[in-house]
């Protein structure tokens, strides 16, 4: 299987659970804060946080916490917090690259995000654990046994409105809400300020397709980004249109090879990401009589984004998304 496979499949599934987020758990390990005595962790000056499974009560803001999805690795670091733990390291930093996402050195790396080390997250002692609310559904209960577990959907429409949503009930739990609304308000500003560069360089409304690129069984395979997708909510943002149509999956993609790329919408700017050692777009497709026939290759406006655009991650992500567009249409 291919690292970009690799990177997108969770649970044997791939793409369905890229990215999502966390568990479930409490101040007290095991409990919610509908069933813990006193019901609303707030009403005692402890912290209620809204996840995918229900409010999670915290006495105070955790200070150790151990992330098993990039996405919300990503979300602590933006807040200025650093996890104590990781999932793939390695997969993180090869995969989001945006400004001010890495992560420092000190940050243990406790296994891949399936089949994360329990004996290496128990030894941190972690007073919160972050984890996608589909890929750690079989240790769950282990994981709430070690210390309060927070779960986040990543998919739930709109997927910018719910990113921002959960990034803001994260913050919480490490007493951090007044930053992560600032963090939130910075992707509107740098939306808003794409649009009026596009605006001045007279690419106003300008139609775009995204794709991510990679090889799958030897072949060229491509997911299309829809309107539902994360990442093209973003660009809308600055003003530009999506010109790819096709069926979404529940992440908001179309996976289709190179014949389907004739569908995508004349006068359309394609966009695409791809990993260095593992691009289609300059390797395999390069000599194929169907993708140089496309319009927007031979018209010389098929665009590379930096590779470690992730299409798939929380606020830093998105705005190199913005970064790297601007930088894209040279604007």
């Given amino acids: 299987m291919q690292r970009m496979l690799r990177a997108l499949a ?17 101040g007290t390990v095991g ?7 006193g019901g609303d962790a707030s009403a005692k000056g402890g912290i209620t946080v809204e996840t995918a499974l229900g409010k999670v009560s915290l006495d105070k803001p955790a200070t150790k916490v151990v992330t098993l999805e990039w996405t919300y690795a990503e979300e602590l670091v933006a807040l200025g917090v650093t996890p104590a733990g990781n999932a793939d390291n390695k997969g993180y930093g090869t995969w989001i690259t945006a400004e001010g996402a890495a992560l420092p050195a000190q940050v243990t790396d406790v296994g891949n995000r399936n089949e994360p080390s329990l004996e290496k997250i128990k030894a941190l002692q972690p007073d919160l654990i972050v984890i996608d609310n589909e890929r750690s559904k079989a240790n769950l209960k282990q994981l709430q046994a070690i210390a309060p577990v927070l779960s986040f959907t990543y998919t739930t429409k709109p997927q910018l409105t719910t990113m921002k949503k959960n990034f803001t009930e994260l913050a919480k739990a490490v007493g951090k809400a007044e930053k992560a609304a600032e963090v939130n308000a910075r992707i509107d500003a740098k939306a808003a300020d794409l649009k009026g560069r596009l605006d001045k360089a007279g690419k106003s409304g300008l139609k775009y397709a995204l794709a991510q690129g990679f090889t799958a069984n030897g072949a060229a395979s491509v997911r299309m980004l ?4 994360i990442a093209p909510q973003v660009l809308n943002l ?5 010109g790819w149509k096709g069926q979404a999956d ?7 090879g190179v014949e389907g790329l004739t569908q995508v919408e004349k006068d359309a700017t ?11 777009f300059t390797g395999a497709l390069a000599g194929n009589a169907v993708w140089k026939g496309l319009g927007f290759v031979k018209s010389d406006k098929a665009l590379a984004l ?12 998105a705005m190199h998304v913005l970064d790297e567009t601007g930088k894209a249409l040279k604007v």
């Fill in 306 to 317: 930096d590779p470690g655009t992730w299409l798939f991650g929380g606020p830093l992500s």
């Fill in 250 to 256: 529940a992440w908001g993609m179309t996976t289709v």
């Fill in 270 to 280: 394609f966009l695409y990401v791809a990993a260095d050692n593992d691009n289609p």
């Fill in 31 to 37: 409990e919610t804060a509908d069933t813990k005595p």
């Fill in 238 to 242: 600055a003003g530009l249109k999506n």
């Fill in 226 to 229: 829809t309107d539902d997708a």
């Fill in 10 to 26: 969770t649970g044997g599934t791939v793409l369905a659970v890229v990215l999502a987020a966390a568990g479930c758990g409490s």
